[in-house]
């Protein structure tokens, strides 16, 4: 089949995680002899807030690390949809689009174009600014792609839609999988942004706090961190190394001992059964994670088994002490979390989720009765 693809970046993940499921998604179907196009909005943020704080080479770094992904740029005003749409059987929309380019897809469907049209949604603003997701006109669309089953229903009581699937994100693990290390560089690592505020105060409890108390020798990755920020990891003892590029995050975990997962607190409080990327992805290369509270309330994991969780963090630090102290149980978890990745989470299995979707809303099933298949 033929994909055309509509998202925020493919290159670019400066504070923009989509883009890791997305180029897993895209290499996964392209592997399977799918056409794949993507394209993205010129001067989108996630790739001018890469340019001004890294510049070019590191853009250039990425394109040479995923040689296999490639997006085309666009803008708005100019754009032709007939011509960017051309041949396509499926068009997937991702939320972070203008609406104004959702609503031109959404007239074209509904005036006749063949290709069945998804809307791709990955982020909380379906809870936390339901005005700004209203405004969305998915009238032509056939249907939505929500990352967890809350979204999901939010947007068929809301009456959004009339179909919408569960499409959960997962690990690229043709990247994200173990590396050997001949040396740790610390105890533990945390990749993630300090969160806008949604999960301040979470960190110090079940980040900073640990840390310090254990006397652990940590380093954070991450982008936004406000000055107070800076100065809570400062006086925690943790090393601040900026940005990191995703694909250099397998070989990063490789140097650390134990990882940790500290949910926005819309993930924690309101939005259960969404674990978000960075817990795929942690799982796939193999290092220990323990994680602060979140419900798993789909079933996706076997929380103890996986990963450990940490209701406190007084909890957190003897989770953290028993993991860097016993290898036994290291090893568990890492076997473990590795099976579960492998088993159900790999974007291999997802691109067969949505395959099977694409397959019963009749996509390409024009093309190959004009080619006689």
């Known amino acids: ?138 009238s032509g669309f056939d249907g939505v792609l929500a990352f967890g089953n809350v979204i999901r229903d939010i947007y068929l009581h809301e009456g959004w839609t009339q179909r919408a699937w569960t499409w959960h994100e997962a690990a690229d693990t043709t990247l994200f999988r173990p590396h050997a290390a001949t040396h740790k560089a610390g105890d533990l690592v945390w990749i993630g942004n ?64 134990v990882t940790v997962h500290v949910p926005r607190r819309y993930y924690a409080t309101t939005l259960p059964g969404i674990p978000t990327i960075r817990v795929f992805e942690a799982l796939a290369c193999g290092i220990p994670l323990i994680s602060a509270p979140w419900e798993d309330a789909e079933n996706l994991f076997t929380p103890g088994e996986d990963y450990l969780v940490a209701k406190t963090g007084l909890q957190m630090q003897r989770h953290l002490r028993d993991v860097l102290n016993d290898r036994a149980l290291a090893d568990h978890l890492v076997r473990h979390g590795l099976e579960t990745i492998r088993d159900r989470h790999s974007c291999g299995h997802r691109v067969e989720q949505l395959l099977a979707i694409c397959r019963a809303l009749g996509a390409g099933q024009t093309r190959a009765v004009a080619a006689g298949e």
């Open 1 to 138: 089949m033929r994909f055309v693809l509509f998202y925020h970046s493919l290159l670019s993940d400066w504070n923009h995680g989509n883009a890791h499921f997305l180029r897993g998604v895209v290499r996964e179907m392209k592997t399977r002899g799918h056409e794949v196009r993507v394209l993205e909005p010129k001067g989108g943020w996630s790739r001018a807030n890469l340019l001004a704080d890294q510049g070019m080479g590191v853009l250039r770094e990425i394109a040479s690390a995923l040689p296999d992904l490639t997006s085309l740029e666009y803008d708005l005003e100019t754009l032709d949809l007939d011509q960017a749409t051309d041949g396509a059987d499926v068009v997937i929309v991702h939320e972070w689009n203008d609406p104004a380019l959702v609503a031109r897809l959404s007239s074209m469907r509904k005036g006749g174009a063949r290709f069945r049209l998804l809307f791709h949604d990955t982020h909380h603003r379906a809870v936390s600014e339901r005005e700004t997701m209203a405004r969305y006109d998915l």
């Open 194 to 257: 300090w969160g806008d505020g949604e999960r301040s105060a979470e960190l110090g409890e079940f980040l900073l706090r640990p840390v310090s108390h254990l006397g652990l020798k940590a380093r954070v990755h991450g982008v936004r961190y406000p000055e107070e920020g800076l100065k809570a990891l400062a006086e925690a003892g943790i090393d601040y190394a900026g940005w990191l590029p995703n694909h250099r995050v397998p070989a990063t975990f490789a140097h650390y001992r």
